[in-house]
Every structure is written in structure tokens, then in C-alpha cells.
């Protein structure tokens, strides 16, 4: 590895690792966990995905969407079965990277992909909002105007330090330079020792204190296969994300491995589960992190600061922090959606708008599911009327009708409608040759179709069918 490329992963890393706390922090409270094991699944996931994953410069780690999945499976039966639950919701993981199904990401439409990105910004930006409130209260007076003047700082140093210099990266500069005028100036901000002590020992590895029988996989089971499909639903929709920044190609199903393995020994070893984190990643990417190097350095950093480092991180100030994140957020969000609002279909428009407010008022897996059902009604509506036909007489007493488009469900209806059994010759030829027949609901349109010229007392001959066709046919029974 080139030195340049060596010290920029070594930076972004570090960089990274420094917002990577306070969100593990904050996720494993919402859950009702000790920050630890939100921290330990961090520097687990963040390190094995980092190494064996599919996409250098990713940064996976305990993440919010995940939290909230399992917040009452804790409550109800506490943390030794959250424990296995990670376990479990690996391996689904790593059967969904084996059985090559990271494909399936392809499915979801670009509008989709803009909402999601423009819904997590959003949910990034209104969880810095937290750090404005002391207990359940706002903050208020001169704790608020020195809170805010810290994150305008702090967002200032992002902003303007690339102009004068790449050489470090700037979220790094900022919360350095803002921690270090914190304790200079003795300024009486909140920091990230706060909101919890992060020292402790290395992870232990052990199994998960529960009964391992029927009962209790029938406990975790909904939960792991919940939490598997959220956590690669946006690992895989951040590896396009990331494929799409720095112009490069990521291996979806190495990466849902990884993950399944990494998230496994989170389980085994005390951690939170996870999945690519999107702010996170949008750090490493901006502080020039594209190496393996970027993702192990910022995981074996939270393990050296719950270790050795914890005197010294929880005296950064949060105010530097959030400013950060808020930059983050205004990075991440496409603006560009906004500018074409007017000129894409409104089809389109809806999805990228319907998954932006259900991402942020409910989460991930419910917000792309929905924008999915859109585009897919959207598209089987529009291919639906694009099936037509042409019709003339055969020069020996019959007709022939030549039928092009896509006939599947939603085309049945227009399919039927291009004929006239009561008033057609008594033989009637259907030229097949670009028609495609593509799931059961086209076997019965033309079944349907020769019971009518049956009824009638006519011959319905069909030729040009396509191999695919003849399969589709011979499987439902027909004859062709």
C-alpha cells in the first residue's frame, strides 16, 4: 500500500471512530442496553466487515435501525436473549449471502434509493436534536447559545478546511480543535462523558445465558429474521451508495457473509447487532477512507477507547460531535432529488417522497418495502398498456391476429379485449411472435381466449410461440 493511501485510511479511520461512539452510545440506550455492548458490537462488526466484507471504505457498526427493532424483546425477556438473537439473525445473514441473494437489492428503483437516502439524513439530523435537552428539558439561556456556537464552529472547520488544505481530514480537525478550546477554555458544555462511561475490559466470549430449546427459538426467531432482513435491507442499499461515490463495483453477497459472521461474534461475545451505517460511511468517504485499512482502523480505535482512552474521549465535547453529524446529514441528503421533483413522472415523485416521511416516521424495511409496491404497480400499469394488436385477413378465408407486449396479470384484460370471437371468421390464427408470456395469469387469458372462440363454434390456432412460452404452457397443462 502507498503511504499516501496508507495515512488516508489511517486519518478516516480515526475519524470515523470518533462518531461512531456517540451513535453505538445512543443506540444501545434506546434499546435498553449497556452502552458496552453497543460499543463492543461496534469495534466486532465494524473490524470483521472492514476485513472480509464486500465493499472497502463501508462502515458497519450497532446501528439505530436495528436498536429499534429489538427494544421489546429486551424489555420482555432482557439482554441474554438479545444475545442470541444477534446469533441467530447472523446466520439468516450469512444463508442470504450463500444462497447469492444480494442480487435481490437490484430490484429497488433509483427513486427508492433517493428516498432512503434523503429519509436517514433526515432521521440523522433530527437524532442530534437529542443532544439539545438536559433530562426531558430544552436546553435554554447560555447553555443553548454555547451549544449551538460549538456546532456552527465545528460545521464551519468541516466546510471551509478543505479550501485551504486536504492533507487531514476535516471532521477531525473539527472535533479535535473544538475539544481542545472546550478544555482550554474550561467552557461548561455537555460532553461524551455525559451521556456514559465507556471504560471497561475486552470483550469475553461466551455463549448466551438462555435455555437453548423450542421455547426460546420461538422467542428469537421473529426477532432474527426481523433484524436480519433490516440490517442487510441497508447494508446493501448503503453498498450501492458507496458504489455509486467512488465510481467502483462492491460484492453484495460477500458482504451479507461478512456481515452474518461479524454479527455472530458480536452475539457470542457480548455486542449489539449491526449493519452498515450510513452517516458513519458518508465520514470514512469524505475523509478520503477507501481502503480495509479506513473500517479496522476505526473499530480497533473504540475497542483502544473503552480500554486506554476513555479519560480522554468522554471530554469531547458533544457540541463538536453533532455539528459533525449535522454536516453529515446535509451531505447525505440528495438535494438533487428536489430539483427534478418537476421533470420525473409522478409516479416517481410519490416514491421518493412516500419512502423520505415513512423511512423517518417508522423505519427502513417498512419505508423501501412501500416505495417497492409503488414502482412495481407503477411499472405493471404502464407495461400493461402497452400491449396491442394488429388484425388482417389471412387470404384464405381467416384471420390472424398478431398480439405485441408483455401478457402477464395485469395485461389479461387488455389481451382479451383485442379480440372479437362473435363476429371473427371460424378460423382465427394468434401470432405470438412478440408476445411473451410471463406468469400463470397469461396461461389462463389464453385459455379464457379459446374457450370463447370455442364457444362460438370457431378454431383458435396459436404458432410463433417462444421456447420460454412452450415451458410456461406445457407446465400449466395446455396444449399449444
Request: net charge neutral; glycine share 10%.
Amino acid at each position: 500500500m502507498k503511504p499516501a493511501r496508507l495515512r488516508a485510511d489511517l486519518l478516516a479511520g480515526l475519524t470515523t471512530s470518533f462518531a461512531l461512539v456517540p451513535e453505538c452510545i445512543a443506540f444501545a440506550l434506546v434499546a435498553h442496553l449497556n452502552p458496552l455492548m453497543g460499543l463492543y458490537g461496534a469495534f466486532i462488526i465494524c473490524t470483521l466487515t472492514a476485513l472480509f466484507g464486500g465493499r472497502p471504505g463501508m462502515i458497519s457498526g450497532a446501528a439505530g435501525s436495528m436498536a429499534v427493532v429489538i427494544v421489546a424483546l429486551v424489555v420482555q425477556h432482557g439482554a441474554q436473549y438479545l444475545l442470541a438473537t444477534v446469533l441467530l439473525g447472523g446466520v439468516v445473514m450469512i444463508l442470504f449471502g450463500l444462497l447469492r441473494l444480494g442480487k435481490l437489492v437490484r430490484l429497488v428503483p433509483y427513486p427508492v434509493m433517493l428516498g432512503f437516502v434523503n429519509g436517514l439524513a433526515i432521521v440523522i439530523a433530527l437524532a442530534q436534536l437529542e443532544h439539545f435537552k438536559q433530562g426531558e428539558h430544552w436546553l435554554g439561556g447560555a447553555p443553548l447559545y454555547l451549544m449551538i456556537g460549538l456546532v456552527a464552529l465545528t460545521m464551519l472547520v468541516v466546510y471551509v478546511l478543505p479550501k485551504l488544505t486536504r492533507a487531514v481530514p476535516p471532521a477531525l480537525v473539527a472535533i479535535l480543535g473544538v475539544g481542545l478550546l472546550v478544555y482550554l477554555l474550561d467552557l461548561p458544555t455537555r460532553t461524551l462523558g455525559d451521556m456514559a462511561h465507556i471504560a471497561g475490559g475486552l470483550p469475553v466470549l461466551a455463549l448466551p445465558d438462555v435455555p437453548w430449546n423450542l421455547e426460546t427459538l420461538k422467542i428469537i426467531a421473529p426477532y432474527a429474521v426481523l433484524m436480519a432482513m433490516v440490517g442487510l435491507l441497508e447494508t446493501l442499499l448503503t453498498l450501492n451508495l458507496t458504489d455509486e461515490i467512488t465510481e467502483s463495483r462492491g460484492y453484495p453477497d460477500r458482504e451479507c457473509v461478512a456481515l452474518g459472521a461479524a454479527n455472530m461474534v458480536s452475539g457470542l461475545c457480548g455486542g449489539m447487532g449491526g449493519c452498515a451505517m450510513i452517516g458513519q460511511t458518508v465520514i470514512n468517504l469524505s475523509s478520503n477512507g477507501r481502503g480495509r485499512l479506513s473500517g479496522v482502523v476505526a473499530g480497533v480505535m473504540i475497542l483502544l477507547f473503552v480500554l486506554f482512552l476513555s479519560p480522554l474521549i468522554e471530554r469531547i465535547p458533544l457540541a463538536a460531535l453533532v455539528g459533525v453529524m449535522f454536516v453529515v446529514a446535509q451531505q447525505t441528503f440528495a438535494w438533487a432529488s428536489l430539483r427534478v421533483l418537476h421533470k420525473v413522472p409522478v409516479s416517481d415523485v410519490l416514491a421518493i417522497i412516500a419512502v423520505t416521511v415513512v423511512t423517518v416516521l417508522t423505519d427502513l424495511a417498512m419505508a423501501v418495502m412501500f416505495g417497492i409496491i409503488i414502482a412495481a404497480v407503477n411499472f405493471a400499469w404502464q407495461h400493461a398498456r402497452e400491449l396491442y394488436a394488429d388484425s388482417h385477413d389471412d387470404g384464405e378465408g381467416g384471420k390472424r391476429y398478431q398480439v405485441h407486449g408483455t401478457l402477464f396479470f395485469a395485461s389479461t384484460a387488455p389481451f382479451l379485449n383485442q379480440f372479437d370471437p362473435a363476429n371473427d371468421p371460424a378460423k382465427v390464427t394468434l401470432d405470438c411472435q412478440h408476445l411473451s408470456f410471463v406468469d400463470y395469469s397469461a396461461v389462463a387469458a389464453l385459455t379464457t381466449l379459446r374457450e370463447r372462440y370455442a364457444k362460438a363454434g370457431k378454431h383458435l390456432r396459436v404458432v410463433h410461440l417462444s421456447e420460454r412460452c412452450k415451458k410456461l404452457l406445457k407446465r400449466a397443462g395446455e396444449q399449444h
